[in-house]
């Protein structure tokens, strides 16, 4: 297939979920064959924090506006066979004219925001990279999240007609057990970017947990951490980490943390990147908990969940063991079913069923 994406990164990692995502799809529908074109805005906060040049074995147009690459856009979706639109595109609008006048046999809606796109339409915002007809002309609505309500919500609030998740993870090259590093050594971590609907949570598992035991090493890794974050001289920072720094940060640490954003973990069925990611680099997960995470890994077999401070204090507690082996249990089940290419393959699949599936909504329609 011709893949043409419409998407907000894949050259910057800096500050969001999506660029880590793109590169392990990417990279894998390259290699299973098939032609991928990115189209990505280049906004100067991602220009200045760019940490890819180019998709190897396929094109990266960046443009400083939609003008300057309408033409060349719509000349690669003369012979595309699939086209996508992302959450959070800022040439969403555009882009979602120019693929549905397109000749593309799947023209694709992936949200991968799903629970702010829901929460946003909940209190009445717009949304810049969703148009006045909602989702309606899309062949195909892919989601980060999945779980019983989703078919509902995007039907009832944007009248998509076809939705599947597509959930996050992991590219194994990518992250995998390495040599653990001095200056990333930790009893507990925590990879991600400053959100203040994390902080709550991020204070009674993270924060307390580190005053409570100043005899052990915390570490922060992310971007964006305001100045008047409750540090202690315990809690170690590192402003920014590109991917290819993650399975050092990962491997250097007893245990990691993840902490879900409010709105991902009130809908379900939402696991970050950053749980395969971990568990990718062979380091024992602690999480809090949310409805569908047992579809995703067992807990106490392959997660431990924690609720209060206290629960992560008695995670660290725990024996060298016993860790070692709730860590190789995730890491097979990542390997198994949250990689990229198994992802990649996913994408691919459903693409045909849409395909097959479109004579039956344009029947439907008439």
Known sequence: MKI???????????GNGHATLWRGLCKNLIRAGHDVVFFE???????????MAELAGGRLILSRSWQDCAHLAAAELRDADAAILTSYCPDG??????????????????????????????????LSYIGPRGLADFDLVLSFTGGPRLVEQYRSRLGARDIAPLYGH????????????????????YLGTYSADRQAALEELFVDPARARS????????????????????IYFVRHLPPAEHAA????????????????????????????????????????????IEQFFTPGAEIILAEHGQDTLAA?????????RIAARARQRTLDEHSSSKRAAEMIGLFERAVRRAPAFMAQEA
Not at 4 to 14: D, R
Not at 106 to 116: R, S
């Open 4 to 14: 043409v994406i419409f998407g907000l990164t894949i050259s910057s990692s800096w």
């Open 41 to 51: 805005h280049d906004v100067p906060y991602y220009a200045d924090n760019r940490d």
């Open 93 to 126: 609008q555009e882009a979602t004219a120019l693929i549905l006048d397109s000749a593309s046999s799947v023209k694709v809606f992936y949200d991968l925001d799903t629970p702010v796109t829901l929460e946003r339409l909940r209190a009445g915002e717009r």
């Open 170 to 189: 992991v590219d194994p090259d990518v992250h995998r057990p390495v040599e653990p590093q001095p200056h990333y050594r930790s009893a507990l971590s």
């Open 215 to 234: 005899d052990l090493r915390f570490l922060i890794g992310g971007a964006q951490y305001p100045q008047d974050f409750p540090w202690s001289p315990n």
């Open 249 to 292: 940060f990962f491997a250097s640490a007893r245990l990691t943390l993840n902490v879900t954003r409010r709105a991902m973990a009130e809908m379900g069925w939402c696991p970050s990147g950053r749980l395969f990611e971990a568990a990718a680099c062979g380091v024992p997960l602690l999480s809090d908990g949310w409805d569908g």
């Open 316 to 324: 660290l507690a725990r024996d060298d063991g016993e860790l070692a």
